[in-house]
């Protein structure tokens, strides 16, 4: 086998400094079908909030490739295959978001959704359709059957799928870190990368090969995690940045079938020059009464003439299993019933009618610590000198956690198994101070939120 980690090009990275390609890397890099990735941003809707978070799907790929063989070449160091799964990492890493639409995850919520009606992720399904295409194919065959990354990305490969994807995964650690640079929130991205990566090693649980982390960077991560946790809360989920991505979603859906999205996806040779850059340009250039609608949602985003937040809710996972629902259900019920249909029948009371329908958004379920994630990726914490309890080495985070009382005396065990969803209710502009006004006469008196409108968080 060829030497696969001889290097023939370098990038310059704001995050890695200098991160160097092999052949095969650099070839994939050059096809136009990834090139694509230069104009899909990696957080879309953010960017109406912290104006400098614009950097790409692109960066981010190569920043996984990186950090996924810095993972395999610690973990895999004593293997005499060490060099090959470097490469295969790297290769997993660099392919692993290639499936993206414009806008990101917004493409998948409105066109992927129909594109694969089935898959909760549709980019994913799409990058698998990519890889496997004759744009890809040709050139991983070189070196790898495609089929091996995919095990790699749906899990079916148990060591190699927590380095990339699992909860300090080679992605999340990119992104994490990433993110927080350009978005200006460093103070929650920093991550102790090479600590952590430094750290980790394949370890015996129950008798089956799994990645471990040293019991002594518990800190680290544990810091890493809380950190992760108000990213997403700040950032990711930030009101207006949820606002931008409303107005996105309603622009895709308006301009989905006038041009032809669904079509062009399925068409490989013309989703390569489907992205952010191209897509704005035709629904401002084309002259159609069916994307009117369309363009009236793209100038609302580009004159950053969103909706605003006018009441918030915390709903916690474990009052939706009491009542046997989802939690996604018990947050559209929950803002139906404690907000929506009250602001809209004292406005008809009163003569105070709304312009425009209000919006309803719920988050991802969130968590401090979710240590389940661990669990569900093959990941333990190892600890070889008997520091947690006598009688095995590999540890669950949670019990890890549990017995560390310095950790335990602040973040008790609820603290960190806790999900919940923020659910939020969005009023357009011109509606927005009538519906404040119906709620100030009408907020039950328990209600002791304020005017989320009015906070800058």
Known sequence: MKDVLSFVRTIRDPIYDEVRLTEIENKIIDTPIFQRLRW???????????????????????????????????????????????????????????????????YDDVVFKRVYPKEAHGHDKHRDKIVKSEFIKPLLEEFINPEELMKIWDGRSELLHPLLQGALGADRLDFMLRDSTFAGTLHFGIIAI???????????????????????????????????????????????????????????????????????????????????????????A?????????????????????????????????????????????????????????????????????????????????????????????IYIYDPYNRISSGTKSFTLSKALNTTKYISTFSGSSAYRTLFTLVRVYAHPEDVKTVNQIWDNIRPQEDESSNVSLTSY
């Open 194 to 284: 090479n600590r952590i990566i430094n750290n980790t090693t394949i370890q015996q649980h129950q008798g089956k090969d799994a990645i471990h982390y040293n019991w002594k960077v518990l800190d680290d991560i544990y810091s890493s995690l809380i950190g992760r946790f108000f990213e997403y809360k700040n950032v990711y989920f930030h009101k207006t940045a949820r606002a931008a991505d409303i107005t996105i979603h309603a622009m895709l859906s308006e301009a989905c079938e006038p041009l032809e999205l669904i079509e062009r996806t399925n068409d490989l040779s013309k989703y390569i020059y489907l992205n952010e850059y191209t897509l704005v340009g035709e629904i401002f």
């Open 286 to 378: 084309k002259q159609s009464n069916e994307l009117a609608k369309a363009k009236a949602h793209l100038k609302d985003l580009l004159d950053r003439r969103l909706h605003k937040a006018v009441w918030e809710k915390i709903i916690d996972e474990s009052t939706a299993k009491s009542l046997g629902i989802t939690i996604d259900e018990l947050c559209k019920l929950t803002a139906q019933e404690s907000f929506v249909k009250n602001v809209i029948k004292y406005g008809k009371d009163n003569n105070l009618n709304l312009k425009h329908e209000m919006k309803i958004d719920s988050t991802y379920k969130l968590s401090t610590i979710n240590e389940l994630e661990f669990q569900t990726s093959n």
């Open 40 to 106: 899909i941003s990696q957080l879309s809707g953010v960017r109406e909030v912290y104006p400098s978070a614009v950097h790409t799907r692109f960066t981010h790929s190569v920043g996984v490739m990186y950090l996924a063989g810095r993972y395999a070449q610690e973990v895999f160091k004593y293997h005499d295959d060490v060099t090959e799964k470097i490469q295969v990492a790297r290769l997993a890493g660099l392919l692993h978001d290639i499936g993206h639409g414009p806008f990101s995850h917004t």
